[in-house]
């Protein structure tokens, strides 16, 4: 928020500032705004710091997500794998007819809802 003593633009000191500068902090009057995609600021230096900044951040975000997406697919695999196995210990219980081994694995199958 802007309190009195900080109101003015930070480079015309008599002019009220309407924002602030979403980089630096500093007040900036209506004449002094420089837009940018997302914020506005008292200079161009603190618009390219800040979208240098966000770009940075959004990396660092889509990096953590290739990663999560990574394990999820690892997961899968494991998960994948523990079936097909599953199915051939069966397969093999059925076919040299061994009672135990087709019992144990249509008990896991029946856990697990396959
Ligand atoms: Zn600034
Ligand atoms: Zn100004």
Known sequence: ML???QAGCVNHP????VLRCKQ???GVCKQCIIPGPVGRYC???CKQQHEAFVQKAQGAEQRVRNKRSIRWSALLRKLVITAGLIVGLGMLGTVFNIP???G???KIRMILGF
């Open 104 to 106: 144990i694995v249509f």
């Open 3 to 5: 309190d009195a003593s």
């Open 100 to 102: 135990v081994l087709s």
């Open 43 to 45: 200079s161009e230096t």
């Open 24 to 26: 630096c902090g500093a």
């Open 14 to 17: 008599t002019k009220p500032a």
